[in-house]
């Protein structure tokens, strides 16, 4: 496995389902994903609005064990929570998704994000919002996929 060295860490939005995805799988994609942050290879950067979301789904869905998990990638990986977008910068990209997934979009445009990662098909890895955002956006396969690659 070859790991992408540069001098500038990549800059990477984490999607409230990578949390979750992280907490419930400790071998998949979203949690080597923090894995590379711990290593020093990446930043996470996220949202309290974010946090909170991920938290809520999986007290609501899911049991003790994704708690767990939620609460260990927290607390054993360094992220940056970036302020709050407004509900204007989240105006900016309601044309190109559902309006609740707008400040997804938003808060990865305003943090300056190299990379936004989500496993949300329907709304945030749609061919619009490929097409209309500038920030590239990937599911957790493709993001390792490009980076162990040196892409």
């Known amino acids: 496995m070859t790991i992408k060295t540069t001098t500038k860490k990549l800059r990477v939005f984490l999607d409230a389902n990578c949390w979750i995805a992280a907490a ?22 996220t ?3 974010l946090l909170q979301e991920a938290k809520c789904n999986i007290e609501r869905k899911m049991d003790e064990k994704f708690m767990q998990g939620y609460y260990e990638a ?3 990986t360094e992220i940056e929570i970036m302020e709050p977008v407004t ?23 305003k943090a300056k994000a190299d990379v936004l990662v989500s496993l949300d098909i329907k709304h945030i890895i749609s061919d ?4 209309n955002f500038p920030i590239p956006v990937k599911n957790t396969k493709s993001f390792l996929t490009d980076f162990l690659s040196g892409k």
């Open 87 to 109: 509900a204007e910068e989240e105006l900016q990209w309601e044309f190109c998704t559902h309006k609740k997934d707008c400040h997804v979009l938003a808060a990865a445009y």
């Open 24 to 45: 419930g799988s400790p071998d998949g994609g979203s949690s080597l994903i923090f894995k590379l942050a711990r290593a020093g290879y990446i930043e996470i950067i």
């Open 47 to 49: 949202t309290q609005k």
């Open 128 to 131: 619009k919002v490929k097409k």
């Open 74 to 76: 927290l607390k054993s």
